[in-house]
Structures are given as structure tokens and as C-alpha cells.
């Protein structure tokens, strides 16, 4: 294994690449001991909690904080645990990033090898999307959701999350898609294929980078949400985070901070495995072009 760094040369030079080593540790631990303080106290009794150290490691391992929280803890009056709710959260998760990547990718195809007139304001109006903060569409998408009939169903939280979700997957797409030759285009129009034959036998094999970026994208972003899963779906159609939030802040009695470090735990496991076994092929995505044009 190499280092990116250049080697140091000279007292000064390598007191400098210490110092550089020693901040990136300060930062690691910053992010890596609440992560720590979850994963040991979910393992430890109510009992240890209280009568040992906060940072100690658990001196009976136990799972029944893990299984308490995914089939019996208390979520308002619902006594099922996290279990219903993950699920929940897959079945909005699932289709809200297959199809918002793929007219994502759609439209950033359209955007650079089929532009048509005035194809820069609709890209700058989609590019614009992308910075309003997703405060300011809840008015909107809760009078859509009434009138289409979807308000508090996971139906209508996949269709906000499309929606929001089509600003970033166009601008993802669109600068990628302008890396590559025109005369590709050109050639398959020419041997007759049309607009969807290149699309799909051309376009969309060349793009596993940026689709890999744009799922690893979308996917971080939909299951981590709170805002929109609060506030457009109800009952037993709320996502994950929406759960533990209940959870954490409707216990009544002692409270079992084990349960809600598993809890917690259950609801991040996800997107840290995501980004553990895919994290470097986001870095890859987004070097092959993402971040171009």
C-alpha cells in the first residue's frame, strides 16, 4: 500500500504530515465516538447503563435491547416495534429511487444530445430545484397529494420524493452526459436507431458510474428523511426515522436508552452499509464526470 502524499523531506516537512495525521484523527473520533457510544450501549442492560461508565465497553453482551426494538417496543400505541416501519421504509425507498434515477437519466439525455429550443431555462429552472430548501414545497405537495387523493400513503410519500429527487438526478446526469461525444449520437442516428434505442443500448450502458452515484444518492437521501415522512405520510404508512423519532419521544416510564440506541442503530444501519461497501465507487462516479460540464 502507497501513500497519496508526497515524502516528507526534512524535520519541518514532517512535523507538518504529523500534524496533518493528528487533525484527521481529532476529526475521525469527532464522528466515530457517537457511533461508539451507540453500538456499546445498545449492547448493555439498563442496569450497566446506569451504574457503569458512559464509554465503557458492555461486560454482559446482551441482544435483547436489539430484539426489543425491532418486535415489541412501543411506537405512540402501536406495540410491533421498528419492524413494520423498516418495511415501510423499503417500499418507499425502492421505487422512489428506480424511478427518479431513471427520468433522471432521461432527462439529462434529452438535455445534451437532443436539446431542443430554449433547453438551457428548463435546465436552469431543473437546476434551480435543486437548491429550494425542501421546507417550501410542503404547502404545494400536501394541496397535490389532497387532490390526487395520496395524502398520508406511502403512494404519495414515493411521488414527493420523485419529485424532489428529479432536480438532482437531472443535474447528475446532464453533466455527465456532456463528457460524452456528440458523434456517438450522430453515428447511431445515422444507422437509424431513434431516440429511446439510443437511450437504452448506448446512453445507459456507458453510465454505471453516475447511475451508481445517483442510486448511492438518492438512496442516503430518501431513507434518512424525516421532514417529508412526518409530514405527508400517517399511521402505519410512516417511514423508519419517522418511527424512532416516536419512539424516543413517547416512552413513558424509565427510560431505556438501550432500546433507543438499537432503535437508532436499526435506522442507520442501511445507508451505513451502503456507504461502507459502496462508498468508493460514489468517489469513483463522481470523478468519472458527475461534476463536469
Not at 23 to 43: D, E, G, R, V
Not at 46 to 69: Q, V
Not at 108 to 129: C, D, E, H, P, Q
Request: proline share 5%; charged share 10%; aromatic share 14%.
Amino acid at each position: 500500500m502507497t501513500s497519496a502524499l508526497p515524502p516528507a523531506q526534512g524535520t519541518g516537512a514532517r512535523l507538518a504530515r504529523w500534524g496533518l495525521y493528528l487533525i484527521l484523527l481529532l476529526f475521525a473520533a469527532y464522528y466515530l465516538l457517537p457511533l461508539l457510544l451507540m453500538i456499546t450501549t445498545s449492547f448493555k442492560s439498563p442496569e450497566e447503563i446506569r451504574t457503569g461508565s458512559l464509554l465503557s465497553l458492555p461486560r454482559d453482551f446482551s441482544l435483547d435491547a436489539w430484539s426489543y426494538a425491532w418486535n415489541r417496543a412501543c411506537i405512540g400505541a402501536d406495540c410491533r416495534g421498528m419492524a413494520p416501519y423498516f418495511l415501510n421504509s423499503i417500499v418507499i425507498v425502492g421505487p422512489a429511487v428506480v424511478i427518479s434515477t431513471f427520468f433522471g437519466a432521461l432527462n439529462g439525455y434529452a438535455l445534451t444530445k437532443w436539446r431542443f429550443r430554449g433547453a438551457n431555462i428548463v435546465f436552469g429552472m431543473i437546476l434551480f430545484g435543486s437548491f429550494l430548501p425542501s421546507q417550501v414545497i410542503l404547502l404545494p405537495m400536501a394541496q397535490t397529494l389532497g387532490a390526487f387523493g395520496l395524502a398520508g400513503s406511502a403512494g404519495g410519500l414515493i411521488l414527493v420524493h420523485v419529485v424532489y429527487g428529479l432536480a438532482f438526478t437531472t443535474l447528475f446526469f446532464r453533466n455527465y452526459y456532456v463528457s460524452i461525444p456528440d458523434d456517438l449520437v450522430k453515428a447511431a442516428t445515422i444507422d437509424g436507431a431513434g431516440f429511446f434505442q439510443i437511450f437504452t443500448k448506448i446512453m445507459l450502458p456507458l453510465s454505471l458510474p453516475i447511475l451508481v452515484v445517483t442510486i448511492i444518492w438518492q438512496f442516503t437521501q430518501i431513507w434518512n428523511d424525516f421532514l417529508f415522512g412526518a409530514s405527508f405520510a400517517a399511521g402505519g404508512a410512516q417511514p423508519v426515522t419517522v418511527a424512532l423519532n416516536n419512539l424516543v419521544n413517547t416512552t413513558t416510564g424509565v427510560k431505556q436508552y438501550n432500546v433507543d440506541m438499537a432503535a437508532a442503530m436499526i435506522a442507520g444501519l442501511p445507508t451505513l452499509v451502503v456507504y461502507v461497501l459502496a462508498g468508493k465507487y460514489f468517489i469513483r462516479g463522481l470523478t468519472a464526470g458527475s461534476v463536469k460540464g
